[in-house]
């Protein structure tokens, strides 16, 4: 396993499994083991995927087979912007994550994203973090000007942004800021969401067939390759095996370009945050009463 180095000092694995839109409690705590069981030690849940206790129930499952140990696991879960409207909200939905999973600690938790009254939440973030219930904090979907204004602004510094980031939404200039603040990138839709087709793509299929690798293995370790965290989903047992399976070869330069040159901007990007219906959708979604 290779790891980014967080500002904290904790390892972050460079692969994770991520749980958005596996609503089903049993398929989705199966899916959880099966990724712990294939190597996976990053798990990505939110309060908004309403499975943070399925995740919680295979961790502690995983655990008692004796597969790994909780200080080897890296949970992350994230906070939803219906509980970012004050600090009291922000606490109260940080209990109740660490309450519905069953863990002691969350090893991230981020806000999910910048909408609502985010630096309030961000300061009931920053006291978790303080009495050891999130072991780091950090950030979603902040786009480069908001994470400048953010970081520029809070005390203790977000460790992580994660946002969409795949070759058909590559941006660039995002990852230039969070290196410039030291926040480790982390790819939401790595395998690009479901669109696109990636693996249909000429292009990527002969890169595939060089290295005797998936497209889907070429599209995660593109991002690896540029030092991004990446959060494959899926419920099928061989994909989750296959998706792990990325730390043996290396894409050249050559090969890192090509596949960067299917950027589309933000016409490839799958969540629409400058669009005003976009933010309301979101601060419509209510995932509790
Ligand atoms: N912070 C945010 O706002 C945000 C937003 C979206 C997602 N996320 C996080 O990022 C994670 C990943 O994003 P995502 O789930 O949207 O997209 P993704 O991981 O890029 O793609 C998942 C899709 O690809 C399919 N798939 C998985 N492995 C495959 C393979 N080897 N070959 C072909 N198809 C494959 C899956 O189908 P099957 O399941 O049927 O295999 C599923 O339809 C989420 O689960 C969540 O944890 C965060």
């Not at 500002?7 to 692969?15: L, Q, S, W």
């Not at 969350?106 to 999910?112: C, P």
């Not at 889907?216 to 047992?237: A, C, D, E, F, Y």
């Not at 290396?250 to 990007?269: H, N, P, R």
Request: a negative charge; one cysteine or more; aromatic letters at 12%.
């Amino acid at each position: 396993m290779e790891y980014r180095t967080l500002n904290t000092g904790a390892k972050m694995p460079m692969i994770g499994f991520g749980v958005f839109r596996v609503p089903d409690k049993a398929e989705c705590e199966q899916s959880v083991y099966d990724a712990i069981e294939a190597g996976y030690r990053l798990i990505d849940t939110a309060a908004a995927y309403t499975n943070e206790d399925a995740v919680g129930q295979a961790v502690r499952r995983a655990i008692a087979d004796g597969i790994c140990t909780r200080e080897e696991l890296f949970i992350t879960s994230k906070l939803w912007v219906q509980d970012m409207v004050n600090y009291e909200t922000a606490a109260k939905a940080i209990d109740a994550s660490l309450e519905k999973s069953g863990l002691d600690y969350l090893d991230l938790y981020l806000l999910h994203q910048a909408m609502g009254d985010y630096f309030a939440a961000w300061r009931a973030m920053e006291d978790a973090y303080k009495a050891g219930k999130l072991k780091a904090i950090g950030v979603s979907n902040f786009y480069p000007n908001i994470l400048t204004n953010f970081c520029e602004t809070v005390a203790i510094k977000p460790a992580v942004n994660q946002v969409e980031l795949h070759p058909y939404y590559t941006q660039e200039a995002a990852l230039e800021t969070m290196d410039y603040y030291n926040v480790v990138p982390e790819a939401w839709a790595p395998l690009g969401g479901g669109r696109y087709n990636p693996f249909e793509d000429e292009m990527l299929l002969g890169i595939a067939a060089a290295h005797h690798k998936t497209v889907g293995q070429i599209l995660l370790r593109w991002n690896v390759q540029r030092n991004v965290v990446v959060i494959p989903k899926s419920t099928h047992k061989e994909r989750i095996i296959e998706n792990f399976d990325i730390f043996d070869f290396s894409l050249t330069d050559d090969e890192m370009k090509q596949i960067a040159s299917l950027d589309m901007g933000y016409t490839g990007s799958r969540a629409k945050h400058f669009d005003p219906d976009f933010v309301r959708m979101c601060l419509n979604n209510k995932i509790h009463p």
